[in-house]
């Protein structure tokens, strides 16, 4: 499968070094960075955004399986094999078991998944909420977000939220297809 369509011929110095950082850090040559290239503005904001976004230091932000659970419910909620692809891959190295993910999946119900804290079942039914479109809260839904978590973490977690929403969209509207770094593909 291919994206709709092609990387450009030439591709500024620049944005190449970005590209040989993103591989240096994936292992991969990924697409959507190229692709970005057509418009190097794009390019470079994309890359700045991904290197600030929060990488699970529970003293910072977040820690890394709910990061992940978010990043992973994203990738599922807005139908992106790319990345549910990279977000889901090593998924064990954070803590998070398969049961988790069919929860995340909706084959089975949060409730059910024992494993799953308090906590992570309402980031995640909070990354669901700010997922939908129109983005629609409750009032007692949020006064539930914070008692269980802090300013700062709140923020953290809409913007690793949005992060993938915007990659997620990007990358499904130029066709990209998977890169590969899971051995199975996800019935999304």
Same mark, same amino acid.
């Given at each position: ?16 070094? /970005? ?7 994936? %292992? #991969?040559? =990924? =697409? &959507? ?7 190097? #503005? ?11 976004? +929060?990488? %699970?230091? &529970?003293?910072?932000?977040?820690? +890394?399986?709910? =990061?992940? !659970? $978010?990043?992973?419910?994203?990738? $599922? ?28 999946? /909706?084959?089975?119900? =949060? ?22 479109? &129109?983005?629609? $809260?409750?009032? /007692?839904?949020?006064?539930? $977000? ?5 300013? #700062? ?7 690793? +939220? ?7 969209? !990007?990358?499904? +509207? ?5 890169? %590969? ?8």
């Amino acid at each position: 499968m291919k994206a709709y369509i092609e990387p450009p011929k030439k591709i500024p110095f620049y944005i190449k070094l /970005g590209l040989f950082f993103a591989k240096r850090a994936t %292992g #991969k040559d =990924l =697409l &959507p960075p190229r692709l970005l290239a057509w418009y190097p #503005k794009a390019a470079i904001s994309s890359g700045v955004m991904e290197a600030l976004v +929060a990488h %699970g230091n &529970p003293k910072k932000d977040l820690d +890394a399986k709910t =990061l992940q !659970l $978010i990043r992973v419910q994203v990738s $599922i909620l807005t139908s992106c094999p790319f990345c549910v692809d990279m977000n889901a891959h090593e998924f064990e190295n954070n803590g998070i078991t398969e049961e988790e993910l069919q929860g995340l999946s /909706g084959v089975l119900d =949060l409730d059910m998944i024992p494993s799953l804290s308090e906590r992570e079942k309402l980031a995640i039914q909070y990354t669901r909420l700010i997922t939908q479109t &129109p983005v629609e $809260i409750s009032e /007692g839904f949020m006064n539930r $977000i914070k008692a269980a978590f802090n300013e #700062k973490e709140i923020v953290v977690m809409v913007t690793t +939220a949005a992060q993938v929403n915007y990659w997620a969209r !990007l990358i499904r +509207a130029l066709g990209v297809p998977s890169a %590969g770094f899971m051995d199975r593909e996800w019935q999304i």
